[in-house]
């Protein structure tokens, strides 16, 4: 899955969905997840599971992290990744999205209504 930035690929850092649908916008590579919110998503807490984490205003997005886990059976040890619960995820509104999604170096805009 390709950066929704920079188009490069996002690797296991977080994905990019729309809340109500479900739908999958990209991937949140971690260079663009620190060039655009710094540390911000790593520490934001909401009252509120469906708030934006910057705003008052109702998250319309999902940025899930991946997480990894090992699983260890017999003598083998394996390693996967999973997307964190959606309730748990961070999420932001189409405002605070839209710069992400929109830069000048992806193809993928953002259509709000």
């Known amino acids: 899955m390709n950066c929704v930035r920079c188009g490069n690929d996002a690797g296991y850092n977080r994905l990019?969905?729309?809340?109500?649908?479900?739908?999958?916008i990209g991937g949140l590579c971690m260079n663009c997840?620190?060039?655009h919110y710094g540390e911000c998503l790593s520490y934001v807490s909401r009252n509120e599971p469906r708030q934006c984490a910057f705003?008052?205003?109702d998250g319309h997005f999902a940025?899930?992290?991946w997480v990894p886990s090992l699983e260890q059976s017999g003598e083998k040890v394996v390693s996967s990744v999973s997307l964190e619960e959606t309730d748990a995820a961070v999420k932001l509104c189409d405002e605070h999205v839209q710069p992400v999604v929109n830069e000048p170096?992806?193809?993928k805009h953002l259509i709000t209504r």
């Not at 990019?16 to 999958?24: H, P, R, T």
Request: negative net charge.
């Open 63 to 65: 940025l899930p992290r």
């Open 33 to 35: 997840e620190k060039e």
């Open 55 to 57: 705003c008052e205003r």
């Open 16 to 24: 990019v969905a729309e809340l109500y649908s479900g739908a999958e």
């Open 105 to 107: 170096t992806t193809d």
